[in-house]
């Protein structure tokens, strides 16, 4: 196959555990997002409510979770440092990434809206530092607010300045919080457009639990249901009315495959002209169309979105590799792409948007045009 630029476009940094303890304020720390073990599992806690919760015996933690994928494997070098990780880029042949948090996914589950805006500015602060001098390489995506959006609009404002291009908003809206389908979100979508930040919503954020099915089939359920809140995020935002109303604004949705776009798509344009009666808001542009327009999805190894692009358009297609995580193609990435085109009929130009052009034009990585 012919070497393109790839840009993987869902990669994880591992912040250090004490990095809300240690900066948030004293009145706040109490509700600090942090790692601890308790008796047989790993847990992320705030305070005392239990963000996530891994059994210890399945040989999870933050730093090994890629050594579980069989012997072929190896420990990544770049969870939380910037050479390791340079390498591992350079050994898997991945020349640009956008890097999302490991501790900062459970933002949204804090309740107090004040400490829920402390802890992005931390983080958003720290992920500036700790990315300078590299931003030609890695994309910085800052964690919004969104207990009270005034708060997600200056954070949003804040980044900005930064010079960041992508944003992180919850896959599922928590309780509480304003869903995406009101008209409420449409200045904090009006500015985005105008900025040029992406908003950003990476699978598992936003749920009480990412482990909602027990028993047979469980970890295999889990996991592929997080698909749907993806799919529930642009069909609240489409048929709602808000991407339609700001057509500047884009969304990617990230970590939850992208085969599902299409049909998703097509069946929102059916139900919008059969039942158009009882459709409203009416919009400006088909359904269909405001997916081509201002959606894109990531995925790793499903490839019927690409045979389906004819209904997304191909620029909705971003490849992601989702290192470190186990369930990601490190350290198999060249073979994963060295086939993943294979009997489909695709041009090279197309090959290179989606495994790298679309994703670095979209985010904005310098260069890209």
Request: proline share 5%; charged share 20%.
């Amino acid at each position: 196959m012919t070497k393109h630029f790839v840009f993987s476009a869902d990669g994880h940094i591992v912040e250090p555990n004490d990095l809300f303890l240690e900066r948030l304020p004293a009145s706040m720390k109490s509700q600090a997002i942090h790692t601890v073990r308790r008796d047989d599992f790993h847990m992320t806690v705030a305070g005392d409510k239990v963000l996530l919760r891994r059994r210890l015996n399945v040989g999870w933690t933050p730093d090994n979770a890629t050594t579980l994928r069989g012997e072929a494997s190896r420990k990544p070098l770049g969870n939380n440092n910037i050479e390791g990780r340079l390498k591992d880029m350079a050994d898997e042949g991945v020349d640009a990434e956008i890097v999302f948090p490991s501790l900062g996914l459970w933002t949204f589950g804090l309740e107090d809206p004040e400490v829920e805006l402390a802890t992005c500015q931390i983080y958003n602060d720290w992920n500036n530092g700790f990315f300078a001098g590299h931003t030609h390489v890695f994309v910085r995506c800052a964690v919004l607010p969104v207990r009270r959006l005034d708060n997600a609009l200056s954070e949003l404002k804040r980044v900005a300045k930064m010079g960041f291009t992508a944003a992180m908003l919850p896959s599922v809206t928590p309780a509480g919080v304003t869903p995406y389908n009101d008209a409420a979100w449409d200045e904090l979508f009006h500015a985005a457009g105008e900025l040029g930040v992406v908003f950003v919503l990476h699978t598992g954020t936003g749920n009480e639990t990412v482990t909602s099915q027990k028993g047979a089939g469980g970890a295999v359920m889990n996991y592929t249901m997080q698909m749907c809140d993806g799919q529930m995020a642009v069909l609240a935002l489409t048929a709602g009315g808000v991407l339609d109303r700001n057509p500047k604004a884009r969304i990617a949705i990230i970590e939850s495959g992208a085969s599902w776009l299409a049909a998703l798509a097509e069946r929102m344009d059916e139900v919008y002209t059969a039942h158009a009666i009882f459709v409203k808001p009416k919009l400006t542009r088909m359904p269909g169309q405001i997916v081509r327009d201002q959606v894109a999805a990531s995925f790793q190894y499903d490839r019927a979105c690409i045979m389906s692009r004819s209904v997304t358009g191909t620029k909705a297609l971003l490849w992601g590799s989702d290192y470190p995580h186990a369930e990601g193609t490190f350290p198999h990435t060249p073979d994963v792409l060295a086939h993943l085109f294979d009997g489909i009929d695709i041009s090279e130009q197309e090959k290179a948007d989606i495994i790298g052009g679309n994703a670095a034009r979209l985010f904005r990585l310098p260069g890209a045009a």
